[in-house]
T-cell receptor
Framework: DAKTTQPTSMDCAEGRAANLPCNHSTISGNEYVYWYRQIHSQGPQYIIHGLKNNETNEMASLIITEDRKSSTLILPHATLRDTAVYYC????????????FGTGTRLTVIP | DTGVSQDPRHKITKRGQNVTFRCDPI?????LYWYRQTLGQGPEFLTY????????KSRLLSDRFSAERPKGSFSTLEIQRTEQGDSAMYLC??????????FGSGTRLTVV
């Protein structure tokens, strides 16, 4: 699976949009971009995934650049409960047997 | 089904003792994974089962570690002769054919 690069940490004001970037310049054509988050002392939680089109669900939106070398996870109205470590992962759906997490971005939502 | 369950949530053990953790996956999931997470790092893959067969092991899984998944349902991870470096969060996840990857809340091991 291709590797990803994320900023170590970010802050966001409560109620504002949180935009978390991820670079994945070596992504292959059949690899999807997945986002997970991990709230303190819990297991990672799936957020969203996509291949090349932008995706939206009840938690977040995922914007993938046309060349697919980077993406942005958007939390439209960040709350204090969104404070967590966010991991961007690229993988082949149902192919790779494990996920490579890296160190992720620690998002702190500030009141 | 309430998701992936892990037991215990916390374990403190003396160096040299053996410990065993249990994971109950989502019932219809055929794949089960174990990960280890140390402070400030993302989870690292340890091993993976498809049904009852252990198909992949990471180099992180030393000879002191053994995992089983009898009957393809719950799984156990045993660490023999624990060392302080084994202190970590041990996470279990399950999926159906690699889709819908769901994690448990983990077992935090402290070796003193």
């Amino acid at each position: 699976d291709a590797k990803t690069t994320q900023p170590t940490s970010m802050d966001c004001a409560e109620g504002r949009a949180a935009n978390l970037p991820c670079n994945h310049s070596t992504i292959s054509g059949n690899e999807y971009v997945y986002w997970y988050r991990q709230i303190h002392s819990q297991g990672p939680q799936y957020i969203i995934h996509g291949l090349k089109n932008n995706e939206t669900n009840e938690m977040a939106s995922l914007i993938i650049t046309e060349d697919r070398k980077s993406s942005t996870l958007i939390l439209p109205h960040a709350t204090l409960r969104d404070t967590a470590v966010y991991y961007c992962i690229v993988r082949v759906v149902a192919g790779a047997n494990n996920l490579f997490f890296g160190t992720g971005t620690r998002l702190t939502v500030i009141p | 089904d309430t998701g992936v369950s892990q037991d215990p949530r916390h374990k403190i053990t003396k160096r040299g003792q053996n410990v065993t953790f249990r994971c109950d996956p989502i019932s219809e999931h055929n794949r089960l994974y174990w990960y280890r997470q140390t402070l400030g790092q993302g989870p690292e893959f340890l091993t993976y089962f498809q049904n009852e067969a252990q198909l992949e092991k990471s180099r992180l899984l030393s000879d002191r570690f053994s995992a089983e998944r009898p009957k393809g349902s719950f799984s156990t991870l045993e660490i023999q002769r624990t060392e302080q470096g084994d202190s970590a969060m041990y996470l279990c996840a399950s999926s159906l054919e690699g889709n819908g990857y769901t994690f448990g809340s983990g077992t935090r091991l402290t070796v003193v």
